[in-house]
């Protein structure tokens, strides 16, 4: 037994002592070969490495490369149907409808026309009511401010000539098969209109949108107004062209603009020349004064008794006068300020531009609130003795 097991290691250790001479002679006949290898052929050998490894390199960006489009290209599919919920569930549905009545009416159409064109049908009641879908969705997402009441209208009309010509395939066999036909006609349209095409919107989107139309609605109709006011002004060369009156209105009776003065707001200058300056004061007077009267310390009218001398005359006798047409509009006189307006006014225009407005100087409250000069002073005195 013993003797067994000392032949079993002669023979391991005759192997290990082989594979040791073995490996020693490769190793010198590697040393040989490469001692005998010219400057060229290690240049060769270096180069054919440097090689491997620069494919071995590219083979690893690739491979890395095609790794983060596949990560990129799964991230925006994931990103893509989590905004997309609502067409993932509702978009099948409509592929079902689509597949279910398109072969019925093209069988349809073959019976009723007897021909291979009837096979065309469901170009005029699928396609039909699903081009007019597809055109609402468009043109919401592209043009929201556009209106789609004729593209919704075109869907319904197409829908229920789809629902309509269903019914009667299914008709000539069972009442039953006629309704299925037609509900499974149009499944997927109603579908599509009442989510996709049609999102609902949150209170805040409707209360936001019902403003807007408010206002569009009260721009258009101040619009109309200015335009029915506005004042022809004609070229030497005969062109026309309306005249606007700027500032700030409001929509009176009838529909006509009437000048409004908002507190609060800071007063408007434009340089205007002395004539505009006159105009302004002697409407501010007439507002605020009232009609004016020529009669005399003692009560005399000299007008009202032919005295061709008294403070106030016409070029043209009575005869010769034109009188007010009936229907002719009323020229709307500018509204007067208050006093408090006034001091507000002058407050706000102090506060705002202090270099351009001087409360001490009665000609520059005059110019920057465009008032009389009755008011300026007045206006000028008060901040005097406020200020002392």
């Keep these: 037994m013993s003797t067994w097991r000392e032949e079993r290691r002669r023979d391991k250790a005759a192997d290990a002592e082989q594979k040791r001479a ?4 490769a190793a010198e006949a590697e040393a040989i070969r490469t001692a005998a290898m010219t400057e060229a052929d290690r240049e060769a050998e270096a180069q054919r ?9 590219q ?6 490369r095609r790794a983060e489009r596949r990560r990129a290209a799964l991230s925006a599919l994931r990103t893509w149907a989590a905004r997309h919920v609502v067409d993932l569930l509702i978009y099948p549905i409509a592929l079902v409808s689509f597949v279910l009545a398109a072969p019925a009416m093209a069988d349809y159409g073959s019976e009723v026309y007897g021909s291979g064109l009837g096979v065309l049908l469901p170009g005029i009641t699928e396609l039909g009511m699903w081009a007019f879908a597809v055109a609402v969705q468009v043109s919401r997402t592209r043009h929201p401010e556009r209106p789609v009441w004729s593209l919704q209208v075109g869907v319904w009309v197409f829908g229920g000539v789809a629902f309509a010509l269903n019914a009667l395939h299914g008709l000539a066999t069972q009442w039953e098969h006629g309704a299925v036909m037609g509900i499974v006609a149009v499944a997927g349209v109603v579908a599509h209109q009442l989510t996709v095409a049609s999102p609902p919107r949150s209170r805040v989107e409707r209360a936001d949108a019902r403003i807007a139309r408010q206002a569009t609605r009260k721009v258009t109709r101040v619009r109309k107004a200015a335009v029915r006011q506005a004042v022809a002004e004609i070229d030497r060369d005969g062109t026309a062209r309306l005249v606007y009156a700027p ?10 603009l009437e000048a409004a003065i908002v507190p609060g707001l800071p007063v408007e200058s434009t340089p205007a020349d002395e004539g505009d300056a006159l105009d302004r004061e002697l409407a501010d007077l007439l507002a605020t004064t009232g009609e004016w009267t020529t009669a005399d310390a003692d009560g005399v009218d000299p007008v009202a008794e032919g005295d061709e001398h008294g403070p106030v005359a ?7 006068q034109r ?4 229907g002719r509009a009323p020229i709307q006189p500018r509204p007067g300020r208050s006093i408090e307006q006034l001091r507000a006014e002058l407050r706000a225009a102090v506060e705002a531009d202090p270099p351009r407005v001087d409360p001490t100087s009665a000609e520059s409250i005059r110019k920057a609130l465009r008032c009389s000069a009755a008011r300026a002073r007045q206006l000028r005195d008060e901040h ?3 200020a002392r």
């Design 22 to 25: 073995d490996a020693k002679a």
């Design 49 to 57: 490495f440097q090689q491997q490894r620069e494919r071995e390199q």
């Design 59 to 64: 083979r690893q960006e690739d491979k890395r």
């Design 247 to 256: 500032g700030r209105y409001v929509l009176g009776k009838r529909r006509r």
């Design 314 to 320: 016409t070029l043209d006798h009575s005869g010769d």
């Design 323 to 326: 009188e007010s047409r009936v």
């Design 384 to 386: 005097g003795r406020d």
